[in-house]
């Protein structure tokens, strides 16, 4: 693990619920989670992840869907039950849209396909523990960048940039989420709410023409590609 892979200071030791009861699966996200940085618990059945989550003491929950005792929906829908609003993400092997569809009515925050990579299991992590309180507000900013999200307007230092209804959706996200790194498929999922991911150039299509808008020649680069990966929006505090 590079440099790079450590957390940002505000993610360090927060705590993540792990259920899962493969085995193999569980050691693998374990050491990635705590060698990352991040405290985890680690629950084999839904009875006891049900439990451990009732005690509203993990920050974020990764929850398998099918295990032993008490499946995940059951798991996560009796703790939403309950008032705990941690974030959650599904993993599951079930790939079909309406799957998909039955994890996040059941009270999940995100699904997760196995097999997966585990920098997509970090990155969907660091994205729901990123995630804004309170998505009413109608104007948001990020550096230099101001957007308005009434009038469909925005602006850097001042000046105004002219952005396509596709555009500002894109940049709306990366604004939502400034210096997180953001796979593919997870703005291919949430810009294109494209359910499967196809084999494309589309976001380095888009994320090209965004760039060139928002970064004009003299100004720092802000929307940055990571390597591998996917793309960041680079800001100060």
Known sequence: MSEDDTLPPFLEGRT????????????????????????????????????????????VMVVDRLLPGCDGLSVIETMRQQ????????LSALSAVDDRVTGLKAGGDDYLTKPFAMEE??????????RPDDTRNTKLRAGPLEMDLIERRVWRDGREID???????????????PSQVLTRSMLLEDVWHY??????????????????????PGEEPLIQSIRGTGFQLRVSD
Request: charged share 35%; no cysteine.
């Open 195 to 216: 359910r499967f991911i196809p084999r494309t150039n589309l976001v380095d299509v888009h994320i090209g023409k965004l760039r060139r808008k928002v970064d004009a």
């Open 163 to 177: 952005l396509l209804p596709r555009e500002f959706r894109l940049l709306e996200y990366l604004m939502r989420r």
């Open 16 to 59: 993540v619920l792990l259920i899962e009861d493969d085995g193999r699966i569980a050691e693998e996200i374990v050491g990635e989670l705590t060698g990352r940085g991040f405290n985890v618990d680690h629950e084999e059945t839904g009875t006891a992840g049900l439990d451990a989550a009732l005690r509203g003491e993990a920050d």
């Open 121 to 130: 299991l970090v990155a969907r992590i660091e994205a729901l523990l990123r």
């Open 83 to 90: 008032g705990i609003r941690a974030p959650v993400l599904v």
